[in-house]
């Protein structure tokens, strides 16, 4: 079965300082696939980034970075001097090739106050 | 014009009454899927169709049914609306599972 599990239910940081939110995933399929979402608070779901499992080098878009390790099954996502308009939910998914459809976690609460 | 567009996108209603969220995607995927937002619960798979004529439980479908209408066209039914229904909805559309493409979202309330 597939589970897609973000501990930290929120976070509060002040501008500038780095962040990490954990996601931790479990799948029995050998290839799968990871994603980040961002939820701002008008609502709509920002895609942010897609991996596979066959794809462990780390990734890094400006600010954001993410960090792919398979042998712990988790996928964090770093966001290095943080801003205001980071302030979102952000949410991790998960779908293997038994799969249906995207599974989420429950999402953690970014605060980023200035 | 948005590639998966939700209609409507705020909508609320009375405890018993019927609403239909109606989902048109110009991807030209064939998967289509409703899901369901509560604060703290992440989202939801409420019923998912790889086809028009395939349709499919997810997790919490009870109180929901769906119709495939067309390739494009998915709509999302409460027959009989319940407070514990208000939540923010949306539809997503897949060519193959690996990626998703979100609409912008319903905020039905139930009052």
């Known amino acids: 079965a597939q589970k897609v599990t973000q501990a930290q239910t929120e976070i509060s940081v002040v501008e500038k300082e780095d962040v990490t939110l954990d996601c931790v995933y479990e799948?029995?399929?050998?290839?799968?696939?990871l994603f980040w979402y961002k939820q701002p608070p008008s609502g709509e779901l920002v895609f942010l980034i897609r991996?596979?499992?066959?794809?462990?080098q780390n990734e890094i878009s400006g600010r954001y970075s993410w960090n792919f390790q398979k042998s712990t099954s988790s996928f964090n996502f770093t966001i290095t001097a943080s801003q205001v308009v980071d302030s979102a939910v952000y949410f991790c998914a998960l779908v293997d090739l038994g799969g249906t459809a995207l599974i989420f976690g429950k999402g953690t609460t970014l605060s980023v106050s200035s | 014009d948005a590639d998966v567009t939700q209609t409507p996108r705020n909508r609320i209603t009375k405890t018993g009454k019927r609403i239909m969220l109606e989902c048109s995607q110009t991807k030209g995927h064939d998967r289509m899927y409703w899901y369901r937002q509560d604060p703290g619960l992440g989202l939801r798979l409420i019923y998912y169709?790889?086809?028009?004529?395939?349709?499919n439980k997810g997790e919490i479908s009870d109180g929901y049914s769906v119709s495939r209408q067309a390739q494009a066209k998915f709509s999302l039914s409460l027959e009989s609306a319940i407070p514990n229904q208000t939540a923010l909805y949306f539809c997503?559309?897949?060519?193959?599972?690996?990626?998703?493409?979100f609409g912008q979202g319903t905020r039905l309330t139930v009052v």
């Open positions: 169709s790889f086809d028009v004529k395939d349709i």
């Open positions: 991996r596979n499992s066959f794809d462990e």
């Open positions: 997503a559309t897949s060519d193959s599972g690996r990626e998703a493409f």
């Open positions: 799948t029995r399929d050998t290839t799968y696939y």
